[in-house]
């Protein structure tokens, strides 16, 4: 397989995945999810404690001053998708085993 | 299923995070032996996928949604050890920038979903994929189950941890079942992800994907 092939790989799928946090996510469900809704269900809910970053700009997915909602879940999950993948692009760049030549 | 600061308390916190700190700095080691230069960038975009796709909360019933783990997704795409890697950078990603996941339990949710759902997603896989025929949509499918049967055994990893060091006081027996039973249901919408994903990179890339390259990498002389 040429080098040129697997980039264009790679690209689809970071587009992928961008398009995913970027657009579809404003459409995901907002219901509890299944442990947030256990937890109120039996009871235990109001035993968590508010997140130490609950005041950082982009807590609960949303960038802090965007009031339209589509732009502020959008915008947080492209910088959660550019975050990661540079987070993630480091640490496995580093541990890959060097070809020998 | 990212467990907020509070409900578990601190001494199990710590112990989880210990046990989880260990579980990373083997998956360390093993995903150097695995990682090349074709797999290494895909191990990085399993990461931003599962970021991206974790995001997408799907109703699972009344009042209830759930979304995708990635661990049995990952650990087919990338192998076991990178794939709890992954997951520990996107876990840290959403503690630290998202407030998604309480700081003090990074090592729960790290445990259940990195170690527990990696690796119960990938020994189901292993166990499923060796009764299939050895043909490409066999690995989407084994890959599915381990999905499946990966977010109800995180799920119970919860439970376990509620039982050492829940703050509050209730049945255990209801927690397990309410947990188990969402759990079991949250698992059928990951395993369908899990299985287009996988059948979708299979189509495409089948030389890429760890789980298939097993199968043949004695048969493959590498052209590079």
Redesign the interface.
């Known amino acids: 397989m040429s080098i040129k092939k697997d980039y264009k790989f790679y690209l689809v799928f970071f587009a992928a995945a961008l398009v995913l946090a970027a657009v579809f996510s404003f459409y995901a469900s907002s219901s509890p999810d299944g442990l947030e809704k256990v937890a109120g269900d039996i009871g235990f809910a109001e035993s968590a404690k508010d997140h130490a970053n609950s005041d950082f700009a982009l807590a609960d997915y949303g960038v802090a001053g965007i009031e339209n909602e589509r732009f502020s879940v959008g915008i947080a999950g492209a910088i959660g998708v550019v975050a990661t993948g540079a987070a993630a692009s480091v640490l496995f760049l580093a541990l890959r085993r060097k070809k020998i030549e | ?7 578990i308390d601190l001494q199990t916190s710590a112990i989880f995070a210990g046990a989880a700190a260990v579980c990373v700095g083997v998956s ?1 080691k093993g ?15 399993t ?3 599962i ?3 974790q ?6 019933g009344a ?5 995708l783990l990635g661990g049995a997704l990952a650990a087919v795409l990338v192998g076991p050890w ?1 794939a709890t ?2 997951l520990t ?2 876990l ?9 996941g ?2 003090s339990a990074i090592g729960l949710n790290v445990f259940n979903m990195g170690v527990i759902g990696v690796w119960v997603g990938y020994g189901v896989y292993l166990i499923v994929k060796r009764v299939l025929p050895k043909r490409k949509a066999s690995i989407a499918l084994a890959g599915a189950i381990g999905g499946l049967i990966s977010v109800p055994a995180a ?1 119970l990893g ?1 439970v376990i941890q ?1 039982a050492l060091g ?3 006081t ?1 049945s255990l027996t ?2 397990f079942t ?2 188990i039973g ?2 079991i249901v ?1 698992g059928i919408g990951e395993a369908l992800i899990t299985g287009l994903t996988i059948s979708a ?1 299979m189509a ?2 089948s ?2 994907v760890h789980g298939w390259k097993s199968n043949e990498s004695k048969l493959l002389i590498k ?2």
């Open positions: 299923m990212h467990i907020p600061d509070g409900f360390l995903a150097r032996k695995e990682l090349d230069d074709k797999s290494a960038p895909l191990a990085g975009l990461a931003v996928f970021f991206a796709v995001m997408l909360n799907f109703p699972v009042g209830t949604s759930g979304h990178a890697l992954a950078v996107v840290l990603m959403q503690g630290f920038l998202f407030a998604d309480g700081l799920a919860f509620f829940g703050n509050a209730f209801s927690v309410a947990m969402t759990h949250i990179i495409s890339r030389d890429l052209e590079s």
